[in-house]
């Protein structure tokens, strides 16, 4: 698959991009070999975030956030980026950690079997970052927790791009008002929303 990271929308033009060696800046590219059915649907999904951007408040800094936990990858910094991703999503103010966990599981698995598995996953990411954030030592329950989110980078940015696609979809459906009541009632049972294509 494709990150969104690697391409940039300007509102009608979709530029290709590879990252430099130092992989900290975006080039443009003369092209990327990508199957034209992969390519119109990153067109796509480039098109609907740019289209819906400003009726989700919080999608821009996700999207920054999710592009550069791409380019950091599962160090201190890429973990930083991807868990604010994902919190700045869920507006907890109460059990931070629980209701970060809770509601992105929730958005992410549809289905209830996969959820425990995510729940798990989004707790070791939260757990290592507010280690490497608050400064503490990496004991051994640390580090493997920094193993287990290194071997799953992948699928958490994977739930990242799922959750902001989500979010972005509610907004551009319903409202940003409605999303944090949206979120409780996910956690008790309520419907989600249907995509419009």
Same mark, same amino acid.
């Given at each position: ?36 059915? #992969? ?14 951007? +400003?009726?989700?408040? +919080?999608?821009?800094? #996700? /999207? ?7 380019? =950091?990858?599962?160090? @201190?910094?890429? /973990? /930083?980026?991807?868990? $604010? +991703?994902? =919190?700045?999503? #869920? =507006? ?18 549809? &289905? ?12 070791? %990411?939260? &757990? ?8 503490? *030592?990496?004991?051994?329950? $640390?580090?493997? *927790? %920094? ?7 992948? *699928?958490?940015?994977?739930?990242? !791009? ?6 972005? =979809? ?10 944090? &009541? @949206? %979120? !409780? ?6 419907? !989600? /929303?249907?995509?419009?294509?």
């Amino acid at each position: 698959p494709i990150p969104m990271a690697s391409f940039t929308f300007d509102g009608v033009n979709i530029t290709s991009h590879c990252v430099d060696s130092d992989g900290l800046r975006f080039r443009q590219a003369d092209g990327i070999a990508v199957p034209s059915e #992969v390519w119109e649907k990153q067109a796509a999904y480039l098109q609907f975030l740019y289209t819906n951007f +400003a009726k989700a408040p +919080a999608a821009e800094i #996700v /999207i920054n956030r999710i592009c550069r936990a791409f380019r =950091e990858g599962p160090g @201190h910094d890429g /973990i /930083i980026d991807l868990a $604010i +991703a994902l =919190e700045s999503l #869920v =507006e907890a103010k109460l059990e931070i950690k629980f209701q970060f966990c809770l509601f992105n599981s929730l958005i992410y698995s549809g &289905d209830v079997e996969g959820r425990g598995g995510t729940f798990a996953l989004l707790q070791d %990411l939260y &757990d290592v970052r507010s280690s490497v954030v608050h400064g503490s *030592k990496i004991g051994r329950s $640390i580090r493997k *927790k %920094l193993v287990n989110v290194s071997e799953n980078w992948n *699928k958490l940015l994977d739930i990242a !791009r799922t959750n902001l696609t989500y979010y972005i =979809e509610h907004c551009r459906v319903c409202s940003s008002e409605e999303w944090v &009541d @949206h %979120l !409780r009632s996910l956690s008790f049972g309520g419907s !989600r /929303i249907e995509a419009g294509g």
